[in-house]
């Protein structure tokens, strides 16, 4: 299927466990993204990567590992989950700036944590 | 810095009465503007952007904004709501240029069109 996917759509967690939530996109794109999405913040970038083995830090890094090893994927961990991290994930791609495309980003569907 | 603003958490409009959802930005170079719209339980969708040219943009689902750069200002715009317009809005910018592809988002403004 073309598009962006994520899983898992629901998550529940502990305090302290590891969880990773995967991000995988058909249209190789060259940038890919991670947000959360928080009642009163909207949504604030975590994590950002404009090519395979190039990552760069968004708004709220703490807390969060991001690795891309292959352009059409973008995993997401969390190390020692916390309350804090309860939130909507999602995963976004966009085309390379220059050209038509670019800057609009698509994004999957997210994934909803909840850490007790 | 960039940053956006949404001055409302809520708009309510009748029915077939023209609707205006506002968002004001802040960035040091020319901006890059953007309306995303989010059903529930789903990820947001691109509605139109300003990059450069006419202030007035049109966009998806007879969507449209205008671009007033003295006042800083994308208020999205529809001459005649529908029902299933309601949703949560999005208003986003990029500063360009940047180096990152990524763009700040508000906070969001939930409209809801009564029947």
Known sequence: DAGITQSPRYKITETGRQVTLMCHQTWSHSYMFWYRQDLGHGLRLIYYSAAADITDKGEVPDGYVVSRSKTENFPLTLESATRSQTSVYFCASSELGALPGANVLTFGAGSRLTVL | ?115
């Not at chain 2, 029915?15 to 040091?28: H, I």
């Not at chain 2, 691109?46 to 998806?60: A, Q």
Request: glycine share 8%; hydrophobic share 35%; aromatic share 14%.
């Open chain 2, 1 to 115: 810095a960039q940053s956006v603003a949404q001055p409302e958490d809520q708009v309510n409009v009748a029915e077939g009465n023209p609707l205006t959802v506002k968002c004001t930005y802040s960035v040091s170079g020319n901006p890059y503007l953007f309306w995303y719209v989010q059903y529930p339980n789903r990820g947001l969708q691109f509605l139109l952007k300003y990059i450069t040219g006419d202030n007035l943009v049109k966009g998806s689902y007879g969507f449209e904004a205008e671009f007033n750069k003295s006042q800083t200002s994308f208020h999205l715009k529809k001459p005649s709501a529908l029902v299933s317009d309601s949703a949560l809005y999005f208003c986003a910018v990029r500063d360009m240029p940047t180096g990152a592809n990524n763009l700040f988002f508000g906070t969001g403004t939930r409209l809801t069109v009564i029947p």
